[in-house]
């Protein structure tokens, strides 16, 4: 009897390259360079309010650090290549392993805004998604009204599926969550 496809967890946190980026695994001296991303309000628009100190996000770098190494997500920072910097973050989460599923969120620091940096690095990430770990199916949701996210993730092949209708509360307001699908079939 045939054995059904599973998704293949990598050994080792992956890091991935492009011309320009590397992707790779947070490290605890990336708390600055996280909270300077995550403060900025047009950063996190579309996601939260703004952190508004630093010690508000050693959990979720906590999380980002050690996902891999607990089963539960990939977290790249993606750093600039020329000089190191962080560029900001791209991840693969809330996996369903028997589905061949995962979803991914991303954000970018407003000064590497318009440069093709995300292309760059979502593309990277899904490539590995869909070849190296076995994924058949890759979701994002992003608050309606997002237009770069909805732009970018059109440019990457996602389809836009569905409106999960005021299930998501920002900023003290319900909205509208825009379900993308993309599959490893999908042409891009």
């Known amino acids: ?48 309010d703004p952190a508004d100190d ?23 920072a993606i750093r600039e290549k020329a000089t190191g910097d962080y560029a900001g973050s791209v991840s693969l989460q809330e996996f369903s392993f028997h589905d061949l599923l995962a979803e991914t969120a991303f954000d970018l620091n407003r000064s590497f805004v318009s440069k093709g940096y995300m292309s760059e690095a979502l593309g990277a990430v899904l490539t590995y998604g869909f070849s190296r770990m076995n994924l058949h199916r890759i979701e994002a949701r992003v608050v309606e009204g997002n237009k770069r996210s909805e732009k970018l993730l059109g440019r990457m092949g996602f389809t836009l599926e ?21 599959l490893s079939t999908d042409p891009v």
């Open 1 to 48: 009897m045939n054995q059904p496809p599973e998704v293949q967890w990598p050994e080792r946190f992956p890091v991935l390259e492009t011309p320009r980026l590397v992707l790779g695994a947070f490290r605890t001296t990336d708390l600055e360079s996280l909270f300077r991303c995550l403060s900025d309000p047009l950063t996190v628009e579309f996601v939260t």
């Open 54 to 76: 630093p010690e508000v996000l050693e959990g979720v770098l906590d999380e980002y650090m050690h996902g891999h190494e607990r089963g539960m997500s990939l977290n790249w």
């Open 162 to 182: 569905g409106n999960l209708r005021e299930s998501f509360i920002l900023h003290g307001s319900p909205r509208n969550v825009l379900v993308y699908g993309r």
